[in-house]
Antibody, heavy 119, light 109 residues
Framework: QLQLQESGPGLVKPSETLSLTCTVSGGSISSSSYYWGWIRQPPGKGLEWIGTIYYSGSTYYNPSLKSRVTISVDTSKNQFSLKLSSVTAADTAVYYC???????????WGQGTLVTVSS | EIVLTQSPGTLSLSPGERATLSCRASQSVSSSYLAWYQQKPGQAPRLLIYGASSRATGIPDRFSGSGSGTDFTLTISRLEPEDFAVYYCQQYGRSPPWTFGQGTKVEIK
């Protein structure tokens, strides 16, 4: 059974860079034909797609966040990561790592981690 | 980018009643790449329906999806107490960007 687990600081200061890592267990992150992605949810609000990386390394970012987002993969550690720069209070959210597919939608989700942007 | 609009925002129903949730896309969703998710407080979303009408593994048959093009529907035939939650639709065409609707809350009347 595939499992995803987010890790990283729960508190980030304004203007700094938010960094999160997702560790994948029960399967290889370099398996062909899979995307890996990040989705966030501000408190009390809906889901927002942040970006996606294909197993080959190709990335796709939400246009509204594109200038601040970097998603990368470390196949040796079976992990993928999110960096969001120049954060503000509006970036406070629960951040989910996930496995989206072009057949079934997002079939695996991490449990989510709350990141608060505050000084 | 495809914008998904869900309606109603909130649905107030009693256990045993039928729930009908709508998701309308700003442009046609290719090959019915439309999914529905259920989210309960403090939990990650759970995949219910993919391909507009296929139930995900382990999802009860009281959940059904239908529609094509720009209009999609999630139906819960008889609400169970555990079905009161927020539901999101999502389009996931052949390549990103993929987008979510804003959600419909199904609450106990």
């Amino acid at each position: 059974q595939l499992q995803l687990q987010e890790s990283g600081p729960g508190l980030v200061k304004p203007s700094e860079t938010l960094s999160l890592t997702c560790t994948v267990s029960g399967g290889s992150i370099s398996s062909s034909s899979y995307y890996w992605g990040w989705i966030r949810q501000p408190p009390g609000k809906g889901l927002e797609w942040i970006g996606t990386i294909y197993y080959s390394g190709s990335t796709y970012y939400n246009p509204s966040l594109k200038s601040r987002v970097t998603i990368s993969v470390d196949t040796s550690k079976n992990q993928f990561s999110l960096k969001l720069s120049s954060v503000t209070a509006a970036d406070t959210a629960v951040y989910y790592c996930a496995r989206p597919t072009t057949v079934t939608g997002v079939d695996y989700w991490g449990q989510g981690t709350l990141v608060t942007v505050s000084s | 980018e495809i914008v998904l609009t869900q309606s109603p925002g909130t649905l107030s129903l009693s256990p045993g009643e039928r729930a009908t949730l709508s998701c309308r896309a700003s442009q046609s969703v290719s090959s019915s790449y439309l999914a529905w998710y259920q989210q309960k407080p403090g939990q990650a979303p759970r995949l219910l329906i993919y391909g507009a009408s296929s139930r995900a593994t382990g999802i009860p048959d009281r959940f059904s999806g239908s529609g094509s093009g720009t209009d999609f529907t999630l139906t819960i035939s008889r609400l169970e107490p555990e079905d009161f939650a927020v539901y999101y639709c999502q389009q996931y065409g052949r390549s990103p960007p993929w987008t979510f609707g804003q959600g419909t809350k199904v609450e106990i009347k």
